[in-house]
């Protein structure tokens, strides 16, 4: 028999199991086999041997585990926990995400747990944490939708996800987006039409595929009007509010400058307009500048920005309801959650003009402070 004795002030792993609901590393632990194999055994997948699929399911019996948390919380009447983990250095960004999660939460009676992902912390021990919190499914705004280790160990440990804002995703996982590339593309085209023809542009956390897909609709753009990429206008940022700040010191170092610049987001596009404020630069009289998200970061500087709006708050309000129709599908079936063919929502963006965009060399009609003229 097993020694279930104390050792050195732990207990044996037979203990824990005794103590504890069995997870999917478990049962491949006892199986010998890995944690995907046992996903695609309870998902009645292919591509696993007869001997293999009867071990697994030997482990299953012999563990008394459940495949589905999710269906073992609703059968039981518990209410849904999901939690909502970030790792997101935009506070403006952030507040507004959250205030979309928790409204619809609550709205679909949903615990939603929020989660700080510390940078460097392991990933396979940030999963073990949120089996401990009994999690039954993860949403996952940027940068961590776009973090392939995060979201195969997610895969792997049955833990269904919804990744924000993502350009990746592995099969499976449900996403929520806007499409980026049009986005800066319409916005590269608006200040081509105010006459622009030098756009400084700074780059996003190349951590992120937005910032990628941003990027192209920005040269997208310029090669549709003719005009051509000229790479001392682009600099790398990486959305805060400091790389910014760097980015637009260099951009306007040059010497010839531009006379707009287009920041990959908000954070970056307000340290743009106050480096333009210390250079004594009118914006946008000698300088236009544009963002993206349409935070409330945008209309909190002065002048208020000219934006691509982002629904942050509707975006997380989707992937709630998409766990939770995920999760409830589970309970149905009585199977972990089926996301072989995981949808990607694709929401709807729009160009939102303010006080910070002009004409190069000229300065704009007046506009009424908070007055917003809207392009779809």
């Excluded at 699929?53 to 999710?70: Q, T």
């Excluded at 983990?85 to 747990?113: I, T």
């Excluded at 935070?295 to 709630?320: G, H, K, N, Y």
């Amino acid at each position: 028999m097993a020694d279930q004795t104390k050792i050195k002030g732990r207990t044996s792993k037979a203990q824990r199991r005794q103590r504890e609901v069995p997870t999917i590393s478990d049962v491949a632990e006892h199986a010998g086999v890995s944690p995907m194999t046992v996903s695609r055994v309870i998902n009645n997948r292919a591509a696993v041997r007869p001997s293999t699929r009867e071990k697994v399911e030997r482990s299953i019996e012999a563990l008394n585990y459940s495949p589905s948390a999710a269906a073992r919380t609703l059968a039981g009447g518990e209410e849904m926990r999901i939690g909502l983990l970030y790792s997101n250095p935009s506070s403006s960004y952030l507040s507004e995400f959250m205030v979309g999660g928790l409204d619809q939460a609550s709205r679909n009676n949903v615990h939603l747990v929020v989660e700080q992902f510390e940078e460097g912390w392991p990933v396979d021990q940030l999963i073990r944490h949120l089996q401990r919190g009994r999690l039954n499914g993860i949403i996952l705004p940027p940068p961590l939708c776009d973090a392939p280790q995060m979201l195969e160990a997610l895969q792997i440990a049955g833990i269904p996800a919804v990744s924000v804002a993502t350009g990746y995703a592995p099969n499976g996982t449900a996403v929520v987006s806007i499409d980026d590339f049009h986005a800066a593309c319409e916005m590269t085209r608006h200040l081509i039409a105010l006459g622009h023809t030098r756009i400084g542009f700074i780059k996003g956390n190349p951590n992120q595929r937005a910032s990628e897909r941003r990027y192209e609709g920005y040269v997208a753009a310029l090669e549709e009007a003719g005009l051509t990429l000229e790479p001392s206008l682009v600099v790398q940022g990486f959305f805060t509010y400091r790389s910014g700040l760097d980015a637009a010191e260099q951009i306007l170092d040059l010497a010839e400058p531009p006379t707009a610049i287009f920041a990959s987001n908000d954070d970056m596009a307000a340290a743009a307009v106050a480096v333009a404020h210390r250079r004594s630069l009118d914006v946008p009289g000698d300088l236009t500048v544009c963002g993206f998200d349409d935070t409330l970061l945008a209309t909190t500087i002065w002048p208020e920005l000219t934006t691509i709006r982002q629904p942050i708050s509707d975006m997380s309000r989707a992937a709630v309801d998409l766990i939770v129709e995920q999760l409830r599908r589970a309970s149905r079936n009585g199977s972990e959650a089926e996301t072989e063919d995981a949808p990607h929502v694709l929401l709807d963006y729009t160009l939102i003009r303010r006080q910070s965009d002009a004409a190069p060399r000229r300065r704009p009609r007046s506009r009424s402070r908070g007055q917003d003229r809207t392009t779809h």
